[in-house]
């Protein structure tokens, strides 16, 4: 998996590095097919914002979360992120299942 992290008006510190490393595991633990992971982190006045766009097989998905303070853009933005990556997989696996339900009851 690739990861790029970068910031834009802010300097990326070991700290929020780590932070978005730490927050981006759940997310790949729930679906291991991700590619690369483009993390942008940055100011604009008085708002912070955070975006990720994570590349899987098939399709690339981008998140973004502003707010007043950095890192609970950084959470909330993950939580989103995580659903969507539930949500995909959900959707790849009911494809791949085969027949679809009451099928059989058809003849």
Do not use: C, W
Not at 58 to 83: P, Q, T, W
């Amino acid at each position: 998996m690739n990861l790029q992290i970068s910031g834009h008006h802010i300097e990326v510190t070991p700290a929020l590095r780590e932070y978005v490393e730490n927050k981006l595991d759940p997310v790949v633990r729930h679906f291991d097919k991700v590619t690369g992971v483009n993390v942008v982190l940055s100011v604009e006045k008085l708002k912070q914002k955070a975006e990720v766009t994570i590349h899987v097989p098939g399709k690339d998905m981008h998140v973004e979360e502003s707010g007043d303070d950095l890192y609970a853009a950084i959470d909330a933005m993950f939580d989103k992120l995580d659903r969507q990556v539930q949500k995909y997989k959900q959707k790849i696996q009911d494809h791949h299942r085969g027949e679809k339900p009451g099928m059989q009851d058809a003849e």
